[in-house]
C-alpha cells in the first residue's frame, strides 16, 4: 500500500522502506523486518509499554520512598557512652 506521500504502508500501518522495515517520517530505520510478527506488527513489549523508561520524578519518589523507610545511623539505640548497641535491639524484637 502507498500513502499519500507515495511512501509504503505495511497491514498495521506503519511506514516501511522497500526491504519492509519500519521506517519514521524522516526515513530513518526504527524495526528491522525480522523482529516483525507475520502481520507487520512490532513486538508485544514495545506496544505494551512494558519497556516504559523511568522519569527522573519517578526515581526520586523512589528515593524518598527509601530515605522515608531506611533507619539512620543516628536512630540506633546507643548504650550509656554513647555508643551502638552490639547484637540484638529493641527494634528487632
Do not use: C, Q
Request: charged share 30%; no cysteine.
Amino acid at each position: 500500500m502507498i500513502d499519500n506521500h507515495n511512501r509504503l504502508v505495511n497491514k498495521k500501518g506503519y511506514l516501511i522502506d522497500r526491504d519492509h522495515h519500519i521506517i519514521d517520517v524522516k526515513g530513518n530505520r526504527v524495526f528491522d523486518h525480522v523482529v516483525l510478527d507475520v502481520e507487520g506488527d512490532i513486538p508485544e513489549v514495545y506496544r505494551a509499554g512494558v519497556l516504559k523508561m523511568d522519569t527522573a520524578s519517578s526515581i526520586s519518589r523512589l528515593m524518598d520512598e527509601i530515605e522515608k523507610n531506611h533507619l539512620s545511623y543516628n536512630d540506633l539505640p546507643v548504650d550509656e557512652r554513647g555508643h551502638p548497641h552490639e547484637g540484638e535491639t529493641s527494634l528487632d524484637s
